[in-house]
């Protein structure tokens, strides 16, 4: 069945480094959300992508859709403390039943 | 506005006994969806209604799950009877529609004895 794997599975990095976690469907997605989950708490949403090759930045955080619609990318400039947590990317089938299908997460810490 | 509300928040009960989670979407939102989060593991898609039809249901272990989602609103999953592998944090989330963000609760974690 379809799947949705993401890079890394851990990030350790210094405060004002930065991060990029990517995800990678199997197959082509109508669209893609991203989500981030504290440490103890539920998913918050971040963003969501449409169009092929989308851009769309929020402060210090930007997010790509690929050309074929089969990958994304989250990318954090300058990471602070406020940053950790586990990224989770979802993506929505094309076809059947459109469900939703959660990343395995890319889990980051940042150390002050 | 208040958030998705669910409860209990906390539950251990011995294997083989019932449990049952409920939860409370954001008024007006017809897509209402319940997932499993297994520790450091996405959430994994249980159902999701569409107002008041389940209309993705595959992945629901239909021997010992079962859910409803009466008037549209409010829904309740139910697990019985409970075994070990079910320990994990039960998500409910609620959308708009499909294709809006969702809006997670802050989970039911269960632990099984």
């Known amino acids: 069945g379809q799947q949705v794997m993401q890079i890394p599975q851990y990030q350790h990095v210094q405060e004002g480094e930065d991060f990029t976690t990517y995800c990678n469907s199997s197959?082509?997605?109508?669209?893609i959300q991203w989500y981030k989950q504290r440490p103890g708490g539920h998913p918050v949403f971040l963003i969501q992508?449409?169009?092929?090759?989308e851009v769309k930045k929020q402060k210090r955080l930007t997010f790509q859709f690929g050309e074929a619609k089969k990958n994304s990318s989250l990318h954090i400039t300058a990471t602070q403390t406020t940053d950790v947590g586990t990224y989770f990317c979802?993506?929505?089938?094309?076809?059947?039943?459109?469900?939703?299908?959660f990343g395995t997460g890319t889990r980051l810490k940042v150390l002050a | 506005e208040a958030g998705v509300v669910q409860s209990p928040r906390y539950k251990i009960i011995e294997k083989k006994q019932p449990v049952a989670f409920w939860c409370n979407p954001i008024?007006?939102?017809?897509?209402l969806y319940w997932y499993r989060q297994n520790l450091g593991q996405g959430p994994e898609l249980l159902i999701r209604?569409?107002?008041?039809?389940?209309?993705?249901d595959s992945q629901l272990p239909k021997d010992r799950f079962s859910a409803e989602r009466l008037k549209g609103v409010d829904s309740t999953l139910k697990i019985q009877p409970a075994e070990l592998g079910d320990s994990a944090v039960y998500l409910c989330?609620?959308?708009?529609?499909?294709?809006?963000?969702?809006?997670f609760g802050p989970g039911t974690r269960l632990t099984v004895t």
């Open positions: 008024s007006g939102h017809n897509t």
């Open positions: 197959t082509t997605l109508s669209n």
């Open positions: 979802a993506g929505r089938r094309t076809s059947g039943t459109y469900k939703y299908i």
């Open positions: 992508l449409v169009k092929s090759g």
């Open positions: 209604y569409e107002n008041e039809e389940a209309v993705d």
């Open positions: 989330a609620s959308s708009l529609d499909l294709l809006a963000e969702q809006y």
